[in-house]
């Protein structure tokens, strides 16, 4: 299996530029994770998908965060207007939704926004 | 508010001695604890696990234990190496509303050769 793959590896954009970061889960989980990783927080969980449909979106942190599953082998976590302090790695990882079940991560999308 | 916290950001081991990285947690529902390593440049990887009903796991080096009373939980490696140079996350999941997994912020751990 080729694991969770995310797109792109690295990006550097302007303040106020929308930025799309992509995610392919393992073929077969049915849950998908959207983490931030940052020196002061550490992984945050930022939203969770069970069977494609958004369960917690509890950790985004505003408005200009949005994420989508349109189906079960493709996620996109958008940042529109991007600012400075949005640069972080951000992770996806994808699971079976099961208590007791390992979750698995992509090598992440490096942002940085000048 | 954070279910889980890992206290110590950083912690430094001469090579050959145990490694010893603490965890707590919050939430009583959490049933499945986790460990993962991550180095630099990589995605987190998954260490070793342990469910709430047993109180320790080994696997080779590496012993989790679990202390459901304190909500607390350690990773012991012994003997240490420098390529278990990493960040260390615990995790934890359960059905909180979901069966989504929780990270603390993390332990840098440095073995010095």
């Not at chain 2, 707590?24 to 604890?33: G, R």
């Not at chain 2, 080096?61 to 679990?66: D, Q």
């Not at chain 2, 202390?67 to 012991?76: D, F």
């Amino acid at each position: 299996d080729a694991g969770v793959i995310q797109s792109p590896r690295h990006e550097v954009t302007e303040m106020g530029q929308e930025v799309t970061l992509r995610c392919k889960p393992i073929s077969g989980h049915n849950s998908l994770f959207w983490y931030r990783q940052t020196m002061m927080r550490g992984l945050e969980l930022l939203i969770y998908f069970n069977n494609n449909v958004p369960i917690d979106d509890s950790g985004m942190p505003e408005d200009r965060f949005s994420a989508k599953m349109p189906n079960a082998s493709f996620s996109t976590l958008k940042i529109q207007p991007s600012e400075p302090r949005d640069s972080a790695v951000y992770f996806c990882a994808s699971s079976f939704d099961i208590s007791g079940n390992t979750i698995y991560f992509g090598e992440g999308s490096w942002l940085t926004v000048v | 508010d954070q279910q889980v916290k890992q206290n110590s950001p950083s912690l430094s081991v001469q090579e050959g001695r145990i490694s010893i990285l603490n965890c707590d947690y919050t939430n009583s529902m959490f049933d499945y604890f986790l460990w993962y390593k991550k180095y630099p440049a990589e995605g987190p990887t998954f260490l070793i696990s342990i469910s709430s009903i047993k109180d320790k796991n080994e696997d080779g080096r590496f012993t989790v234990f679990l202390n459901k009373s304190a909500k607390h939980l350690s990773l012991h490696i012994v003997p240490s190496q420098p390529g278990d140079s990493a960040v260390y996350f615990c995790a934890a999941s359960g059905n909180t509303g979901g069966f989504k997994t929780i990270f603390g912020a993390g332990t840098r751990l440095f073995v010095k050769a």
